[in-house]
C-alpha cells in the first residue's frame, strides 16, 4: 500500500514535471525563432545598406554617363537638344526641335518661299553644320523609279549664289556661315544660281527649274 502510493506519488510528479517542461520548450522554441528572425532581418537590412551605399557611390558615375549622353544626343540633333513633342503631320520628318517636309508638288526656287510659309515654315535654312550633314544623308532616300531604276531626287533649299558678287545668302538675305559641300554648276549664265540638295551631295542649279522644295519649321 505503501508502495504504490508512492507509486502513484512518482507518477502526479512526472506528470507534474512533464508539462513544466513543454511550456519551456516551447519558450524556447519561441525565443530561438525569434533571434532567428531578428538575424536574417539584420542580414537584410546590412544587405540593403550595403547596397544602397554602392548606388550611392555610383551616382556621380551615373551622372556622368547621363551627361554624356545628353551631349551625344544635343550634338547628332544639332545642338538643339532633345523634345519629346512630335511634329503635327506624321509625313513630317522630326529632328531635334524642328520638322522638315518635301513637297509633293514641283515648282521653281521663288516659289518654295511662299509654298512653304503656307505651311508656317520656311525654304531650309541650316542652322549648324551637323543639320545640313543629316539633311545630306536623308536626301539619298529620295529617289523615284523610272524604268525599273532607282533616279535621285532633287530638292531645292534655301540657299542661293549669287555669281557677280560671288557671294551666298539664305532666303531671308542672311550670309552662309557654316560649311557646306556646295558643288558649284553653272551650265546656263544667269547672275544667281539656287542650291539643292540630292544623293547625299548639294550643287547649285538654274532657279526657275521644276523642283520639290524642303521646308523647315521650327517647334517651339
Known sequence: MHASDKGICFCSASASC????????LAIVLVVTALILFSVLMSLLGLYMWKSHKLYEKIPQMRMWEKRLNDAIKLEAGDLGVHCKLCWDYTWLQRGGACYQRTTLLMPWKNCIRKCKKYGARLLK???????????????????????????????????????????????????????????????????????????????????????CLCKREMH
Open 18 to 25: 512533464g508539462i513544466s517542461s513543454w511550456g519551456q520548450f
Open 126 to 212: 541650316s542652322s549648324t553644320d551637323a543639320e545640313m550633314e543629316f539633311m545630306l544623308r536623308e536626301s539619298r532616300k529620295w529617289y523615284t523609279v523610272k524604268d525599273h531604276n532607282h533616279v535621285p531626287e532633287k530638292t531645292w533649299i534655301g540657299l542661293i549664289f549669287n555669281l557677280s558678287r560671288n557671294t551666298w545668302r539664305w532666303a531671308d538675305g542672311e550670309y552662309l556661315h557654316i560649311r557646306i559641300p556646295v558643288e558649284l554648276r553653272t551650265p546656263f549664265t544667269p547672275r544667281e544660281f539656287c542650291v539643292v540638295v540630292s544623293n547625299g551631295r548639294a550643287f547649285t542649279n538654274n532657279c526657275t527649274e521644276q523642283i520639290s
